[in-house]
T-cell receptor
Framework: SQKIEQNSEALNIQEGKTATLTCNYT??????LQWYRQDPGRGPVFLLL?????KEKRKERLKVTFDTTLKQSLFHITASQPADSATYLC???????????FGSGTRLLVRP | NAGVTQTPKFQVLKTGQSMTLQCAQD?????MYWYRQDPGMGLRLIYY???????DKGEVPNGYNVSRLNKREFSLRLESAAPSQTSVYFC?????????????FGSGTRLTVV
């Protein structure tokens, strides 16, 4: 079956460093990938969308890449801040329907 | 703008009871979705409505029904609640039914079935 996989282990980094989160997908090649941020007790918040032909997308301190050969998307936060601490989810359409499938998320902790 | 509003925020049900989770959006979005989120399992799609008047099953539809009452409102009904339905439920909406639009999520309903 189609899967989206994210590292379940929390990523713990020092303030000011670049955080890099990974999203891998199997058994399907999505045309789009999306990234969301989720804070405890809140709903996910949409951050970025990248199309398969875009390779890279940027928004302020955020950068997303999409490697269709490796079947992987990387999510980078440069100059990370404690306020960036949250769980980050990737999501994609994994078949020809309208369904958006989510990974289970990776928790990011930024130490001051 | 309120975005996506879900009610109630918390609910405790006894096994076998029924209830309806309400969701409304004020962004004039065409598509609406219901997800459940369980620890370690991510968000799983229960039902979705690509446009007013249509509904379709997602990954985990068993035990649930939905109604797209109008363009704004999309409700989720549990006819006979089971402990396995203990979860956090999120409603979301998007501008179109295409996966090229980001979703706007509500703040969730935390449901416990005892």
């Amino acid at each position: 079956s189609q899967k989206i996989e994210q590292n379940s282990e929390a990523l713990n980094i020092q303030e000011g460093k670049t955080a890099t989160l990974t999203c891998n997908y199997t058994n399907y090649s999505p045309a789009y990938l999306q990234w969301y941020r989720q804070d405890p007790g809140r709903g996910p918040v949409f951050l970025l969308l990248i199309r398969e032909n875009e390779k890279e997308k940027r928004k302020e301190r955020l950068k997303v890449t999409f490697d269709t050969t490796l079947k992987q998307s990387l999510f980078h936060i440069t100059a990370s801040q404690p306020a960036d601490s949250a769980t980050y989810l990737c999501a994609a359409q994994m078949d020809s329907s309208y369904k958006l499938i989510f990974g289970s998320g990776t928790r990011l902790l930024v130490r001051p | 703008n309120a975005g996506v509003t879900q009610t109630p925020k918390f609910q405790v049900l006894k096994t076998g009871q029924s209830m309806t989770l309400q969701c409304a959006q004020d962004m004039n979005h065409n598509s609406m979705y219901w997800y459940r989120q369980d620890p370690g399992m991510g968000l799983r799609l229960i039902y979705y409505s690509a446009s007013e008047g249509t509904t379709d099953k997602g990954e985990v539809p068993n035990g649930y029904n939905v109604s797209r009452l109008n363009k704004r409102e999309f409700s989720l009904r549990l006819e006979s609640a089971a402990p396995s339905q203990t979860s956090v439920y999120f409603c979301a909406s998007s501008q179109g039914h295409s996966w090229s639009y980001g979703y706007t999520f509500g703040s969730g309903t935390r449901l416990t079935v005892v």
